[in-house]
Nanobody, 127 residues
């Protein structure tokens, strides 16, 4: 599975961006996809995840109510709509895919719960 992320950029605080991540190679049949982010000098942190079959979504407290994760099963693509962006959202955003079986939420919120990673896309929010 190869993941190609796109959609990052520079935006002013309060603005919006939409990230996309397409899984290539074959139709994605894994159990979940997620988004993580890493700011300079910080560890990679969970942002959002979606269970591929059921569409259940999960968010970190820091983005809940502002970000929305969605999927297009036919295109094997996951999206992250980011609204009301804040300077603290500035980071490199990574998409990830879990090809193993389903897992509890605790696992989906950890980087080790995923098997493939995209190359990352920079999101910069200016104040």
């Amino acid at each position: 599975v190869q993941l190609q992320a796109s959609g990052g950029g520079l935006v002013q605080a309060g603005g919006s961006l939409r990230l996309s991540c397409a899984a290539s190679g074959r139709t994605f049949s894994g159990s979940a996809m997620g988004w993580f982010r890493q700011a300079p000098g910080k560890e990679r942190e969970f942002v959002a995840a979606i269970r591929w079959k059921w569409g259940s979504t999960y968010y970190s407290d820091s983005v809940k109510g502002r970000f929305t994760i969605a999927r297009d099963n036919a295109k094997s693509t996951v999206f992250l709509q980011m609204n009301s962006l804040k300077p603290e959202d500035t980071a490199v955003y990574y998409c990830a895919a879990r090809t193993r079986g389903d897992a509890i939420l605790t696992i989906l919120k950890t980087a080790t719960g995923y098997d493939y990673w995209g190359q990352g896309t920079q999101v910069t929010v200016s104040s």
